[in-house]
């Protein structure tokens, strides 16, 4: 039997687990934290009492808790392919809290998170449960209501898409990446654009996310995102370094108030992709003082 007590201590223990598989599944923090609140909420009803492993319990209630939001964000878009950029974790250039810490555990680059977005309900779920955080066929299988053998194939079809649209391997070189973010922001200060096609991948993806009123954006090759940073220069004498999901970004603040974060995905020393968010609803909640 579990008493209230234990109940407690049991899930403050994994809460930074389930938060982790929330936000890999949804890409958005806020609906993390509700995913595992109700997660909370399913314990306290619920007669654990012959559960012998209430980690994976929870593990897997959050999961079917995503499942059902994930199909509900389906079936409210208006438009089939619209597209929306996952929240970033953003953090000072210097280092990540351990709240922060724990959410990015194993590691989830922001291109990856991108990535994720575009695949089926029941392949994220697929991919991330097992790929990430090793949980069985068997049990993934149970959430989706398919078979072992589906379940299995729902994650190869996944991983096949994913190590197709990541690309190459990013630098895992913190100094290297920020060697490439801070050369692709003098460049843009100083309008350099021999400079800015050097920086850059040859093909370079650039994704903005501008929020509801403006469409979404998406740029591919060195020389159009060159020309595209070389318009916008002046924006850069707003730009801060910060971690953005544990790698090299920037944070763009004026008077005290965010209104643009950008994840770069570093390769060789160059940039591979170049993702924007400047969603005012979703950015000017960021304290400025905090990261810069």
């Not at 599944?25 to 609140?37: F, R, Y």
């Not at 964000?73 to 974790?89: G, N, S």
């Not at 913190?174 to 309008?191: I, K, N």
């Amino acid at each position: 039997m579990h008493d209230n007590e234990s109940l407690t201590a049991v899930f403050e223990a994994h809460r930074g687990r389930l938060r982790a598989v929330a936000y890999r599944m949804l890409g958005s923090v806020s609906e993390a934290d509700d995913a595992v609140q109700e997660a909370w909420l399913r314990l306290n009803r619920a007669d654990t009492g012959d559960v012998v492993n209430l980690g994976g319990w929870l593990t897997t209630v959050v999961a079917r808790v995503c499942l059902n939001m994930l199909r509900s964000r389906e079936t409210r878009r208006e438009e089939p392919l619209e597209e929306r950029l996952p929240d970033p974790v953003v953090s000072r250039a210097d280092g990540t809290d351990p709240e922060q810490e724990a959410l990015l555990a194993d590691s989830v680059g922001f291109a990856l998170l991108v990535v994720l977005q575009r695949l089926e309900p029941t392949e994220r779920l697929a991919f991330v449960l097992h790929d990430m955080f090793a949980v069985p066929f068997d049990e993934i299988a149970a959430v989706i209501g398919r078979t072992s053998a589906a379940t299995r194939q729902l994650a190869s079809r996944a991983r096949r898409r994913v190590r197709g649209a990541a690309g190459e391997r990013p630098d895992p070189d913190l100094s290297r990446q920020r060697a490439a973010v801070e050369a692709f922001l003098a460049a843009a200060r100083d309008g350099d654009f021999e400079a800015l096609v050097a920086v850059l991948h040859p093909d370079v993806e650039l994704r903005a996310d501008s929020g509801p009123v403006m469409p979404w954006n998406e740029l591919r090759g060195a020389i159009t995102v060159a020309e595209q940073a070389v318009m916008f220069r002046k924006m850069y004498d707003y730009a801060f370094p910060v971690l953005v999901n544990g790698a090299a970004g920037v944070l763009l603040a004026r008077n005290g108030r965010a209104f643009t974060v950008g994840a770069l995905t570093v390769v060789d020393g160059r940039i591979r992709s170049v993702d924007i968010l400047a969603d005012p609803a979703r950015v000017a909640h960021l304290d400025v003082a905090a990261l810069t």
